[in-house]
Structure formats: structure tokens, C-alpha cells
Nanobody, 124 residues
Framework: QVQLVESGGGLVQAGGSLRLACAAS????????MGWFRQAPGKEREFAAA????????YYTDSVKGRFAISRDNAKNTVYLQMNSLKPEDTAIYYC?????????????????WGQGTQVTVSS
């Protein structure tokens, strides 16, 4: 079992930046691939970014490539999502998730543990 707590969400103008953090506790953090997903009002939860257990590999959905950067600090049991050049369509609740069985994944079903989410709102 691993517990995940997100922070760093908020209200920002279009073109601005935010940095989300997800602190993990419980099992060995470095045993998990980590991902960020997001859910906009009335839409399905969708994949945004993922990072491998060691941090050597990352993967992004096309809509955030070049604007978002995922990273992790295994010594601090924390994964980050740096979001730049934010757009109104990035408005969503952002969730971090942990996948114990995979090196890296963009599939929601591969993630066993989820945080409670943090709201990101981008105004135009």
C-alpha cells in the first residue's frame, strides 16, 4: 500500500506556470512507476505524463509535450509536474498515481494507487 498526496494546484492565467508535487508514503517509492492524470469537468480521466521507477524514462500525451515536465526525487519520495505555457484547456483536477507492476505506463488501469487530486484552473 502507498499513500499519495498532491499539492501545488491553483488558479493561474493563460501562459503562466504551476508546479505540482505528489508526496508518497508507505512502501518503497522507487519500486513504483509514477504518473499524472487529469480530469476536466464532464470528461473522462486522461493520461498526462509518466515517469519510470528510476526517472530515466518519461512519457507525455501529445497535448502537453513541450510544455509539461515530469520528474521525481526518490530520496524525497516525491514526483513533480512542472506545467508551463498553461492553456484554459489544461483546467482539470490533476491526480498522481503509482504503478507497482510496470516500468512506465500511460494506461489508467495499470495504476493501483491514486491521490485525492488537486485543482488546476487556467483563466483566459
Amino acid at each position: 500500500q502507498v499513500q499519495l498526496v498532491e499539492s501545488g494546484g491553483g488558479l493561474v492565467q493563460a501562459g503562466g506556470s504551476l508546479r505540482l508535487a505528489c508526496a508518497a508514503s508507505g512502501r518503497t517509492f522507487s519500486n513504483y512507476a509514477m504518473g499524472w492524470f487529469r480530469q476536466a469537468p464532464g470528461k473522462e480521466r486522461e493520461f498526462a505524463a509518466a515517469i519510470s521507477r528510476s526517472g530515466s524514462s518519461t512519457y507525455y500525451t501529445d497535448s502537453v509535450k513541450g510544455r509539461f515536465a515530469i520528474s521525481r526525487d526518490n530520496a524525497k519520495n516525491t514526483v513533480y509536474l512542472q506545467m508551463n505555457s498553461l492553456k484554459p484547456e489544461d483546467t482539470a483536477i490533476y491526480y498522481c498515481a503509482a504503478a507497482p507492476k510496470y516500468l512506465i505506463s500511460n494506461a489508467r488501469g495499470d495504476y493501483d494507487y491514486w491521490g485525492q487530486g488537486t485543482q488546476v484552473t487556467v483563466s483566459s
